[in-house]
């Protein structure tokens, strides 16, 4: 399974989701004209990678921030990352949120509260 790699830009983060190691990260901005355009390739990806899923996948989001269609879209990445959870498998995410952005910290926070998959919660110096 081919793994997905994008370089961020200024309205888009980047995006590494490595099939091999199970890790799958999305950091940066995430801001786009379309956010269904930009997300639909990774959900796509992750329904291909839950029908031979790693014991173990570890999503890092290490986002510094992102837009009301964007967070619909983050939800769904978590919703089918659910559907892993479900299979068997153990999935967490590690919310990675800049020390004094209360904000992200919330988003975070209100992820976990929807979603049944562990999420931990990582204070960091600068994204």
């Known amino acids: 399974m081919e793994n997905i790699s994008i370089d961020g830009t200024p309205k ?3 995006v590494n989701f490595n099939s091999e190691s199970g890790v799958l990260l999305i950091k940066g901005r995430s801001i786009p004209e379309n956010s269904i355009d930009f997300y639909k390739p990774l959900f796509q990806w992750i329904d ?12 890092h989001m290490q986002l510094e921030y992102f837009n009301t269609s964007s967070s619909k879209c983050i939800l769904d990445v978590f ?4 559907q892993i959870k479900k299979a068997g498998k153990d999935v967490s995410v590690i919310w990675h949120y800049e020390e004094d ?5 919330e988003a975070g926070e209100d992820y976990d509260a929807i979603i049944d998959i562990d999420f931990d919660m990582v204070k960091v110096e600068e994204l």
Request: proline share 4%; aromatic share 4%; no cysteine.
């Open 101 to 105: 952005d209360e904000d992200m910290l």
């Open 79 to 82: 919703k089918k990352l659910e």
């Open 48 to 59: 291909t990678y839950a029908q031979s899923a790693k014991d173990k996948t570890e999503v």
């Open 12 to 14: 888009t983060p980047t």
